[in-house]
């Protein structure tokens, strides 16, 4: 039977897999980089988050954009992304010589 004390859940056991941060854990981190300054409170936070969202959807609908006008992006992301491959490989076998 395996054990797992306090300690090594705070530490990390080596074989295993540390515990996912939680959304807020992350968003924490990603405020403090760019906001090495201070703490956020709930109010600041939530605007953060806000704008983070925002930020990134403004983003997938340009790659959406960019995906309809040419279908030919998409199959290159497809590659690249789904089936690893990389990203000089992908650009050629789907541009070609373009």
């Not at 959304?23 to 806000?50: K, Q, V």
């Not at 959406?64 to 992006?73: L, T």
Request: no cysteine; aromatic share 6%; hydrophobic share 30%.
């Amino acid at each position: 039977m395996n054990m797992t004390t306090e300690e090594d859940k705070k530490e990390g056991v080596e074989g295993q897999i540390p515990p996912a941060k939680t959304g807020r854990e992350t968003l924490l981190e990603a405020y403090r980089t760019e906001n090495p300054d201070g703490e956020p409170d709930d109010e600041a936070l939530f605007t953060y988050a806000n704008d983070r969202h925002g930020r990134m959807s403004g983003m997938s609908d340009r790659l959406s954009q960019r995906v309809a006008e040419d279908p030919r992006a998409g199959a290159m992301l497809s590659q690249f992304v789904g089936e690893g491959k990389s990203l000089p490989y992908a650009m050629g076998s789907v541009y070609g010589r373009e």
